[in-house]
């Protein structure tokens, strides 16, 4: 298993790596290396346009959240997220893209990546999950517009094909930790698909 994984990894960082720079990690690390905890290894291992983060860097706890926009119970989840990282500040929290609903949350997820190329990824991120009701083409253009990005160039960068790579990678990565649906979540070490409470997450923490 550990070899077909290797393999995979091999051929996904192969087809990423050119587009866009990727920390210098090697196979053995990702795969064989039992020094990190694999959570750990997955934000080492997309690159910084991938990742939406709100806490310090060097915060002894860490929650990683892959999710889809069209997702309910991310919607839900979204805010009690926001407040135990902004009520702790030994906390960080990392939202990962793993569109998988529909080709829609594809798109959004490539519009959000292309946000965080303009350092607005955080502001489009909380917009689109604080929309009430369903996420329309006005709703969208209206976040978009809030949010203070550049649209010209949010378009030109949404269709890269490094971008479309680092969708591709961090669902790969989500699947391989388990992830068979949104939310699917890490709190530090502990992996959980589905929906958490904020005190079940609270107990979690270090």
Known sequence: MRLYLGLIFSVLFIAIKPAYSINKITLDYLIFDD???FHLKILDAIPDEGKIQIGPDNAKNTII????????YCKKI??????LAKSN??????????PILNE????????AIAATMQNKG???????FSI???ITSEKLQQSIKEAGINEVK???????????????LSSFLASGAGARGTPSIFVNEEFIGGYLSPDRIEGLLK
């Open 132 to 134: 009430e009701g369903s």
């Open 122 to 128: 955080f502001e489009l991120h909380h917009a689109l």
């Open 65 to 72: 959240e892959f999710f889809d926009y069209y997702c309910g």
């Open 35 to 37: 020094s990190t905890p």
């Open 78 to 83: 979204h805010p009690e997220l926001i407040d």
């Open 104 to 111: 829609s949350s594809n798109v959004l997820a490539r519009i």
């Open 89 to 98: 500040n030994d906390l960080r929290v990392v939202f990962i893209q793993h």
């Open 154 to 168: 949010l378009k030109i960068d949404m269709e890269r094909d490094g971008v479309k790579k680092i969708i591709k």
